[in-house]
């Protein structure tokens, strides 16, 4: 499997990109006008990170969002602004379609010279987070996303300057920071594809029982080098991270399924439903019953 520091190459006569998938994240095409595209190979079904910044809108599609340290649910209508080199992945449930656009202006970007500008570093910064948009900015945000996609030229930078200024007005209530730190990782790191590796065994797996030494051998690290490197990398130990996926998994059965809370803990892969109960409760804050109850409703 190749490195997972993906390499945005921007098309020639064009400051940024702008992608569009109708069945899968990983076959997407860049759009160069309203009439022209080129297929690509997408990255959005591995985790994975790059130096551009991307706002990412999935119009239909339902699954498991991970963004830097964060594990949680999408559905149609999910809209996240991913900052520079922060580890993402969408885990999809059966197709989805949506938009995304991606763009790099680092500080000696010709992009700053405009004073204009500098009201945008404030959401720069938030985005090295992830921010998950919504309300009336995520209502106005994807107009202006749909628009660029019927833009060319001068007029799709202008819409792109006309997104970020929309972002960077949003109220705190219409913007969710999504990690609970902000993940700027090496581009020369070594251990990318590792821990990618890692990721993708763990979510493949999170039902059964997956020791670390399975892991050891996915990455072919030490023990002392995958703890260290894993933790760096997604933020989490990996129990942490398996647990995180494995409460997901219990929190979709719940809300779309009448099993029981035992039938349900069990399949996902937590062994002991005392364990489960007060695992659900301390990271969801209530128990899985009260949860089903207020996710019917």
């Not at 749909?146 to 109220?171: H, I, K, N, V």
């Not at 993940?183 to 029982?209: D, G, K, T």
Request: glycine letters at 8%; a positive charge.
């Amino acid at each position: 499997m190749r490195g997972e520091r993906e390499q945005v190459h921007f098309p020639a006569g064009h400051s940024f990109r702008l992608l569009r998938w109708t069945e899968d994240v990983s076959h997407v095409d860049c759009l160069l006008s309203p009439t022209k595209a080129e297929p690509l190979s997408g990255e959005g079904n591995h985790w994975h990170f790059h130096a551009a910044m991307e706002l990412t809108l999935f119009a239909a599609g339902t699954g498991t969002r991970f963004v830097g340290d964060h594990i949680g649910p999408f559905q149609s209508g999910d809209l996240v602004l991913l900052g520079e080199n922060l580890p993402h992945y969408w885990h999809t449930r059966g197709s989805s379609r949506g938009l995304s656009v991606q763009w790099h202006f680092p500080q000696s970007h010709p992009f700053w010279a405009f004073p204009e500008t500098l009201s945008l570093t404030g959401l720069f910064e938030k985005a090295g987070r992830g921010v998950r948009i919504v309300g009336a900015t995520a209502r106005e945000t994807t107009r202006h996303l749909t628009q660029l996609a019927q833009s060319a030229g001068p007029a799709r930078l202008a819409g792109l300057f006309a997104l970020l200024g929309q972002l960077a007005q949003a109220p705190d209530s219409d913007c969710e920071l999504l990690s609970r730190r902000s993940f700027v990782l090496s581009a020369e790191s070594n251990y990318q594809a590792a821990i990618s590796r890692a990721v993708r065994h763990l979510v493949a797996h999170f039902r059964e029982e997956v020791g670390l030494e399975d892991l050891l051998l996915v990455t072919d690290m030490s023990r002392a080098t995958f703890a260290r490197q894993f933790k760096k990398h997604s933020g989490k130990t990996f129990s942490e991270f398996i647990s995180q996926l494995r409460l997901q998994a219990a929190c979709q059965e719940l809300r779309e399924t009448d099993r029981s809370v035992l039938d349900i803990a069990s399949s996902a892969g937590f062994s002991q439903l005392s364990f489960f109960n007060r695992y659900f409760r301390r990271e969801m804050g209530c128990s899985p019953t009260q949860y089903r109850q207020t996710s019917s409703r």
